[in-house]
């Protein structure tokens, strides 16, 4: 089964505005990562948090990390249409960090 | 950089028929994976290339797919015979270390089988 499950599935919003998108996960983890992918293409890495880090920002981007809840959160900030896509949390757990779990997706509509 | 680079980018075959998807990681970077993306299943990884040797295969389904890494810039992932199942697409990723790093994808090959 997934490892991470990102909540919710699907968001519309308005240019902007923010989005946030939520990520659950349930084995104990060496870092979490986010990612994101546009329409017919591959996955492009956003950001990665490790488990020592409780938030890390980039950009209009801020990724918070509860290990203790097993959960992740990201926020876009002052969304643009461009950002539309949809938005992958992947997990790296401890006993094999090389093998990225990754969650079902947020599909991200931002309407201008 | 060009960045990973798979071909083809859309394979329509025959049920029966060997499939061969191709990849060429980023140079320098020592680790290689591929996936497959489907709706009902998301994103599973196959295998898990170190420094050109498989480390983890847990992940490919049958024994009708097999995956080489005879050099550092280049895989091959085969399907023989192919079944309409496979249909999906599949991503070559690579990174540089292990785990710890971000993974570089590419833009997939698209396999549908009828």
């Known amino acids: 089964s997934q490892q991470g499950e990102e909540d919710p599935q699907a968001l519309s919003i308005q240019e902007g505005e923010n989005a946030t998108m939520n990520c659950s996960y349930k084995t104990s983890i060496n870092n979490l990562q986010w990612y994101r992918q546009n329409s017919g293409r591959g996955l492009v890495h956003l950001i990665l948090i490790r488990s020592n880090e409780r938030e890390k920002h980039s950009g209009r981007l801020r990724v918070t990390l509860d290990t203790s809840k097993k959960s992740s959160s990201l926020l876009i900030t002052a969304s643009r249409a461009a950002d539309t896509a949809s938005y992958f949390c992947a997990t790296a757990p401890l006993d094999s960090s090389y093998k990225l779990i990754f969650g079902s997706g947020t599909r991200l509509l931002v309407r201008p | 950089d060009a960045g990973v680079i798979q071909s083809p980018r859309h394979e329509v075959t025959e049920m029966g028929q060997e499939v061969t998807l191709r990849c060429k990681p980023i140079s320098g970077h020592n680790s290689l994976f591929w996936y497959r993306q489907t709706m009902m299943r998301g994103l599973e990884l196959l295998i898990y290339?170190?420094?050109?040797?498989?480390?983890?295969d847990s992940g490919m389904p049958e024994d009708r797919f097999s995956a080489k890494m005879p050099n550092a810039s280049f895989s091959t992932l085969k399907i023989q015979p192919s079944e309409p199942r496979d249909s999906a697409v599949y991503f070559c990723a690579s990174s540089l270390g292990q785990g710890v790093a971000p993974l570089h994808f590419g833009n997939g090959t698209r396999l549908t089988v009828t």
């Open positions: 290339f170190n420094n050109n040797v498989p480390i983890d």
